[in-house]
């Protein structure tokens, strides 16, 4: 993290130089020689970084380094305001003099503070030398690596501190089959794949996050008696962050020489990689052999590796264990491998494993149940955190539940004290201290999110860019660097998906709560995140960034707001807690994330317009109903999130945030179904077109007389769009307004009631279009929407079509998700054969006069999931259901009880048998202000709903609720 502050203040200072900034020159020349000195230090910084933790005095010299960025940091960011404020607020003569007055004050402090901070800088620049020395690190001054968005690199890496990792790793290869739990079926899965079916050379990556047991499983599959008698010959070569190829060669050299009883060359110790290569190449030439390359940590490492495997059909196998998605692909990627995610422990094999480890096996007792489970779920079915946490508590006295309560409310505590969290900590930190330094501060900003908080990947993208921890690449977005970053956090399992978008990318996800304990720690030993939890807290010296967590106390929030750079609120309703947040944004100039998510807010905080600085602002989920004209203040905002208030109009005010990339303004109306007018947008405003930074605007109205749609065209920076309250008259322009376009990929559009959506004048559509969301009648079907190849998902909603639409939509290569609300008058719908080979997601919602649905073989053969709704004369159950094998989930709602009968076995149905093979059905009813779900053997399920206003907007979200 150090390396990640000095990166990012060298950035500062860089700009400062460059930039139309006058500095007086006995300060440009401190700038310069502060600048010069922290790029010195930072090629030391990518190893101290990741030693640290094994070394109480290099900790401390690292402390000192990134204590004086943040110190600079903060001095250019005070003298940037101070700058902003003296442009402002006189003209003439008197202002230029005040200017100039104020301007030279401003000059001499900050120049009496890089002075100050010069000192202290050569006095840790002795420390820099003394551990350079004893590290053998060159200095490589400013030779700094690029930033990424993904890809294989790995960073932050050291070999010092590795051997209790070693040790740790050597500890699971001695495990009894007896003490594990869980493995049965892997190690089945495994052992089968390996000793049957082709000859051809196999090749299995066993994936998953740190603790997951994934050495232990391939342990038990390399011993069992079945693998030892099927390979010739097999050898076990731990690989690890560190090692050396020449070294690991000679590992395996020694073991398939000592295993068949010859000796090793006598030449070995002076040959070279390559020659060590062909050695390990000719033995296994014309053998059955089993090889394991545990902890895999990087692609690099699988490179020089894969020639010494010699691919002949003798039924060979190599098994390699990683963390990393990007690992386990290439591995099997040439190979036509096999890759394995290793998945957490059930609920119940948690369990056992926990009372195995507890209780030597025993029962647990009833009196401690409730506090054990609590205990276990923090442990998220981790066996390295379960055997951990069960062996503390097997050192507790059972009668003593208080022992048992503290240890449950304070594990993250108990890390630094206990010998074997210890040591699952510091295999957790592995992954951490592996990131690269841009992807550090990334990481430790979700000690933010409460525990088991669902994180949304769009949210959290604008808090990183607005924190300016994603850096611009040639050629690409910030967004899409950003998205690049999460993407390398979810390959090296340190974030789990939850959900899913239909293009594949992740959109909700979540941290496992020891990776948390571990960012937690992190950040509070660097004044990184500081989260109130609790009232009566103790708060550190420094407070960057403040998460709040249900309450804040109002003795505390005027210390510590003047460096504070991000303000995040969670369940916050208390009166007093949202008046102490409040008072604190008055001295947190320096605010740049402001989010105020759920606050029940009905005015907008006038003492936000003084935060300057401020670049993303949530009010989403807030009872604000106007903004202020004085918005324009915000002149640096870049993300304004005003989703689900009650704003309808925007100020003109809002044209002059000439850096704004996203605009979010709607709000949902809640009911049983999706109404015609489900989406409340805003109206129109003159002057929009100025906004070219816009990325995202969503939803504007399109108001009688405007010029809107012709200041749309202008905003070609556009990637997602909704417009709606269109008309007839408007879609000859609107057509060439969306060719103008280029780079859209979502696209909203939907008409008045009773109007028709004519989108015949469109004749070349944005060629990266994958979201289409059409609303309103189709006088015929848009044909341009055969030519979008990038096409995922598509919703017809009221479109009223009289041809079949799925003969225009059967031949997208990438359609994933299709809706149709009202959308077709037809009475049969047919999936020809072999068509829609990528479709998961099937919606069919209020088709009344459908009668029947065919699916022909071979088509749709990835559907997963299908929810059919409100058309009361579908005659049965799709034909050809029966032969989709991937299909996971059906969903019925308000259909009659005459189509629902014939499935029910307890009715004796005549065509449950083709749905007898779906995990999940369910028939739902709406009645009485919520839904009533029923599984098909006619019993209650649950109530979903306990209220009228169920919030079901569409007939997606009616599945994620249900």
């Known amino acids: ?13 860089t700009t400062l130089l460059a930039e139309n900034v006058i500095l007086i020159k006995d300060v440009k020349k401190e700038v310069e020689s502060v600048r010069d ?15 640290e933790d094994s070394d109480p005095e290099l900790k401390v010299w690292v402390k000192q380094v990134r204590d004086v960025a943040y110190e600079i940091e903060d001095i250019i960011d005070e003298f940037m305001l101070h700058l902003h404020y003296t442009n402002g607020g006189c003209s003439g003569f008197l202002r230029k003099l005040i200017f100039s007055v104020r301007n030279l004050k401003n000059h001499w402090e900050i120049a009496s503070e890089i002075r100050s901070i010069k000192s202290r800088m050569t006095d840790i620049a002795l420390g820099h030398r003394r551990y350079q020395y004893s590290f053998n690190v060159p200095n490589q001054g400013s030779d ?19 051997s209790n990792h070693s040790d740790r ?90 295993q068949m009883k010859l000796p090793v060359p006598e030449a070995m110790s002076t040959m070279n990689s390559n020659r060590l290569k062909a050695t390990v190449k000719d033995f296994l030439r014309h053998k059955r052999y089993l090889l394991v390359f545990d902890d895999v940590w990087d692609i690099h490492s699988w490179e020089a590796i894969k020639h010494v495997l010699p691919k002949e059909d ?117 992954s951490f201290n592996d990131l690269p330094y841009y992807l550090k501060p990334c990481y430790m900003y979700l000690s933010n999110y409460p525990e088991d908080h669902m994180i949304e990947h769009n949210t959290l993208v604008r808090q990183w860019i607005a924190e300016g921890f994603v850096k611009l690449k040639e050629g690409r977005a910030v967004e899409e660097v950003a998205q690049g970053y999460l993407n390398e956090l979810v390959n090296r399992s340190l974030l789990r998906p939850v959900k899913t978008n239909d293009d594949g990318s992740v959109k909700i996800s979540c941290i496992h709560d020891f990776y948390r304990e571990i960012i937690l720690s992190k950040s509070r030993d660097q004044n990184f995140v500081t989260t109130t939890t609790e009232r009566n807290m103790v708060w550190p010296k420094r407070v960057r960034r403040l998460s709040v967590h249900g309450a804040l106390e109002n003795s505390e929030v005027k210390r510590y707001g ?176 969306i060719e103008n376009l280029g780079k859209l990929c979502s696209l909203g559009l939907r008409v008045v009631e009773g109007d028709v959506l004519d989108l015949q004048y469109l004749t070349s559509a944005p060629p990266f279009l994958q979201r289409l969301y059409l609303g309103g009648r ?61 479709l998961k997601l099937l919606g069919l919602d209020q088709l009344k006069a459908l009668r029947s649905v065919i699916i022909e073989e071979d088509a749709t053969p990835l559907l997963e999931k299908l929810v059919i709704q409100r058309c009361n004369l579908l005659e049965s159950v799709p034909v050809g259901i029966e032969r989709l094998s991937s299909l996971k989930v059906l969903e019925f709602f308000d259909m009659p009880d005459e189509f629902i009968s014939p499935l029910s076995p ?57």
């Open 1 to 13: 993290m150090a390396e990640y502050a000095v990166t990012f203040v060298l950035d500062k200072l």
């Open 37 to 51: 000195e922290l790029e010195r230090m930072t090629a030391f910084l990518r190893v101290a970084d990741a030693a």
């Open 144 to 162: 700094l690596p690029s930033h990424g968005g993904g890809g294989s690199s790995r960073g932050g890496s050291s070999s010092r501190g590795g």
């Open 169 to 258: 790793r050597g500890d699971a290869l001695l495990l009894e089959e007896g003490e594990l739990v869980g493995i049965e079926n892997p190690k089945k899965q495994l052992v089968t794949y390996i000793v049957e079916g082709e000859l051809r050379l196999k090749v299995v990556a066993v994936v998953g996050m740190g603790g997951l047991g994934k050495t232990t499983l391939v342990k038990k599959v390399f011993d069992d008696d079945l693998v030892k008698k099927h390979f010739h010959n097999y050898a076990w070569i731990t690989v690890s962050q560190s090692f050396n190829v020449e070294e690991l060669l000679k590992d395996t050299i020694h073991q398939l020489f000592d």
């Open 314 to 430: 003798q039924g060979s196998c190599v098994i390699v264990t990683t963390r990393f998605m990007d690992v386990a692909s290439s591995c099997s990627v040439e190979n036509d491998g096999y890759i394995y995610p290793l998945n957490p422990l059930s609920e119940e094999e948690s369990w056992i494993l926990l009372c195995q480890k507890a209780f030597q096996g025993n029962l647990c007792p009833k009196h401690l149940t409730d506090i054990c489970e609590s205990i276990l779920r923090r442990c998220g079915g981790l066996p390295l955190a379960i055997v951990a946490i069960g062996g503390v508590l097997s050192t507790k006295k059972e009668s003593n539940i208080d022992d048992w309560k503290k240890l449950n409310y304070g594990i993250s505590s108990e890390f630094d004290g206990n010998n074997q969290l210890e040591c699952m900590s510091k295999i957790l930190l592995l």
């Open 562 to 737: 003047a460096r504070l750079c991000s303000l995040l609120s969670f369940s916050v309703s208390d009166p007093h807690t949202i008046s102490s947040i409040l008072k604190l944004l008055k001295s947190s100039k320096m605010l740049k994330v402001l989010d105020l998510t759920g606050l029940p807010l009905e005015k907008f905080p006038e003492i936000i317009l003084e935060l300057f600085n401020l670049r993303y602002l949530s009010l989403r989920n807030t009872w604000v109903k106007r903004l202020p004209g004085s918005i324009m203040k915000l002149e640096k905002l870049e993300m304004l999130d005003l989703k689900g208030t009650h704003i309808t109009e925007l100020p003109v005010g809002i044209l002059k945030l000439q850096h704004l990339r996203q605009l979010l303004v709607y709000h949902h109306v809640l009911g049983s179904y999706i109404p015609y007018d489900y989406v409340h947008g805003f109206k129109a405003l003159r002057g929009i077109g100025r906004l070219k930074s816009l990325h995202k605007l969503c939803f504007i109205e399109a108001s009688p007389g405007s010029n809107l749609l012709e200041e749309i065209a202008t905003l070609t920076e556009l990637k997602r769009i909704s417009i709606t309250k269109l008309r007839t008259v408007d879609c000859e322009l609107l057509c060439s307004v």
């Open 778 to 838: 189709l006088a015929n079907f848009p044909h341009w929407i055969q030519s979008l190849r990038s096409l995922v998902k598509v919703y017809f909603r009221w479109s009223r079509l009289s041809d079949d639409p799925l003969q225009y939509l059967q031949d997208l290569p990438n359609l994933v998700h299709i809706e149709f609300l009202e959308a077709y008058v037809g009475q049969k719908l047919c999936f020809k054969a072999g068509k829609f080979q990528k």
């Open 906 to 962: 307890e009715k004796s149905g005549d065509e449950y048998w083709k749905v007898a093979n779906i995990p999940e059905v369910h028939h739902s009813y709406w009645r009485n202000g919520c839904w009533e779900v029923y599984p098909l053997d006619g019993t209650l399920a649950n109530e979903i709903f306990g209220n009228i206003g169920a919030p079901i907007v569409t007939t997606q979200e009616q599945r994620n609720w249900l």
